[in-house]
């Protein structure tokens, strides 16, 4: 089955500076990378994501590359913000990766 | 936004009894999901069930799991005879399409807020 590896597991970052998360998966058949933020008490919730057809998709601050051939992905946060802190999960269909926790320091 | 609801939010009960999730599912999909997610840990994949059957399982759920959706609107997780490391939250999700690797129609995952399973 699909397995999923991330890191870093925990992130800090100043204020204004970027982040960059990095996920690696098993399965070549795997054609779906969401990535997910997940805030205190509640469920993860979809922030980006990218298909297999793509390499690289952006959305304001954020940014998601992928290499299939390297079957690797990426998070690129621009410009933190407090608010940015929280646990992001990369994930390859349904299998999630373990997490990373961004502090975003003001 | 149409959103995914459970409940209750937290539910404590004693090992060796059964308890029953409950997820209310964004009305027009028809892709339900459980996960799970041990305190500080990575979250699961637990179950995957389209159109009263589950598509696929995890190693983790075993026989002690059962999925059901009741009626139109419910879908439900028990978990018979619970033990301590059944703790965790648990998290329905809900998708317009299958989430499976090689579809052509993978789409993201709604996430509830979750249950915090506590068995003591």
């Known amino acids: 089955g699909e397995n999923v590896e991330q890191h870093p597991s925990t992130l800090s970052v100043q204020e204004g500076d970027s982040a960059v998360i990095k996920c690696t998966y098993s399965d070549s058949a795997s054609n779906y990378f969401p990535w997910y933020k997940q805030e205190l008490g509640k469920g993860p919730q979809l922030i980006i994501d990218i298909r297999s057809n793509v390499g690289e998709k952006k959305d304001q601050r954020i940014a998601v590359t992928l290499n299939k051939t390297a079957k690797h992905f990426s998070l690129h946060i621009t410009e933190t913000q407090p608010e940015d802190s929280a646990v992001y999960f990369c994930?390859?269909?349904?299998?999630f990766g373990a997490g990373t926790i961004l502090r975003v320091k003001s | 936004e149409p959103e995914v609801t459970q409940t209750p939010s937290h539910q404590v009960t004693q090992m060796g009894q059964e308890v029953i999730l409950r997820c209310v599912p964004i009305?027009?999909?028809?892709?339900f999901y459980w996960y799970r997610q041990i305190l500080g840990q990575k979250v699961e994949f637990l179950v995957s069930f389209y159109n009263n059957e589950i598509s696929e399982k995890s190693e983790i759920f075993d026989d002690q799991f059962s999925v059901e959706r009741p009626d139109g609107s419910n879908f439900t997780l028990k978990i018979r005879s619970t033990k301590l490391e059944d703790s965790a939250m648990y998290f329905c999700?809900?998708?317009?399409?299958?989430?499976?690797?090689?579809?052509?129609?993978?789409?993201?995952?709604?996430f509830g807020n979750g249950t915090r399973l506590t068995v003591t």
């Open positions: 999700a809900s998708s317009e399409d299958i989430l499976m690797p090689a579809s052509s129609y993978n789409s993201p995952l709604h």
């Open positions: 994930a390859a269909s349904m299998v």
């Open positions: 009305s027009n999909h028809l892709y």
